[in-house]
Nanobody
Framework: QVQLVESGGGLVQAGDSLRLSCAAS????????MGWFRQAPGKEREFVAA????????YYADSVKGRFTMSRDNAKNTMYLHMNSVKPEDTAVYYC???????????????????WGQGTQVTVSS
């Protein structure tokens, strides 16, 4: 059974940096693209970033492009979200998810992902 566990969230100030991790177990991590989503209070879950199975391709939401970087280490079954210059509007619960294919076709669509983590809270104070 596939399990995804996020870590690295916390309370930071605007302009700070933060790194989220997602550790995968079960299944073959390197066979699948992965994604990050987030959900703020009272809002729908929104796409943040996606990465192909090899890490060679990434795709970002406009709201985080240039500030966030997604990476993965297939040898460690772990992926990361490096968050720089965070803003109060980045406050949300961040979820990692496994895409159903090696490449992230339609990456912004949550239904394209078949396994989800429990989430990690990121709070950015102004």
């Amino acid at each position: 059974q596939v399990q995804l566990v996020e870590s690295g969230g916390g309370l930071v100030q605007a302009g700070d940096s933060l790194r989220l991790s997602c550790a995968a177990s079960g299944g073959t991590f390197s066979n699948y693209a992965m994604g990050w989503f987030r959900q703020a209070p009272g809002k729908e879950r929104e796409f943040v970033a996606a990465i192909s199975w090899s890490g060679g391709s990434t795709y970002y939401a406009d709201s985080v492009k240039g500030r966030f970087t997604m990476s993965r280490d297939n040898a460690k079954n772990t992926m990361y979200l490096h968050m720089n210059s965070v803003k109060p509007e980045d406050t949300a619960v961040y979820y990692c998810a496994r895409h159903s294919t090696r490449y992230y076709d339609r990456p912004v669509r949550p239904e394209r992902y078949d396994y989800w983590g429990q989430g990690t809270q990121v709070t950015v104070s102004s």
